[in-house]
């Protein structure tokens, strides 16, 4: 059975920091794209950025470049999302998704319900 468990999220203050990991288990590491996802309350459920572990391709929305980095540990089978000077407007429930077989690029085109696994959600909550 193949899961994807995210873990890391809590509560801090606006400026600080905190790093996710989204765990992956009973598939090939590497064979897929995994993105991060985040969904606040009452919106869309956006994309934050994605990454290809084979080639360590990595992509971003615009609007995040430069505050939130996305890497993978091949060996831990596991994918981080760091994030750095955090807004009040970053607070959500962030999710870990992986697509078989797409690149980085490729994935960030994809709509959501094309992804093969999703975790269960981290909350992320940042105070002013």
């Known amino acids: 059975e193949v899961q994807l468990v995210e873990s890391g999220g809590g509560l801090v203050q606006a400026g600080g920091s905190l790093r996710l990991s989204c765990a992956a288990s009973?598939?090939?590491?590497?064979?897929?794209?995994y993105g991060w996802f985040r969904q606040a309350p009452g919106k869309e459920r956006e994309g934050v950025s994605w990454?290809?572990?084979?080639?360590?391709?990595?992509v971003y929305t615009d609007s995040l470049k430069g505050r939130f980095t996305i890497s993978s540990d091949n060996a831990k089978n596991t994918v981080y999302l760091q994030m750095n000077s955090l807004k009040p407007e970053d607070t959500a429930v962030y999710y870990c998704a992986s697509v078989w077989s797409l690149t980085a690029t490729q994935a960030m085109g994809v709509p959501g319900n094309s992804y093969d696994y999703w975790g269960q959600g981290t909350q992320v909550t940042v105070s002013s």
């Open positions: 990454i290809t572990p084979s080639d360590g391709t990595t």
């Open positions: 009973g598939a090939t590491f590497d064979d897929y794209a």
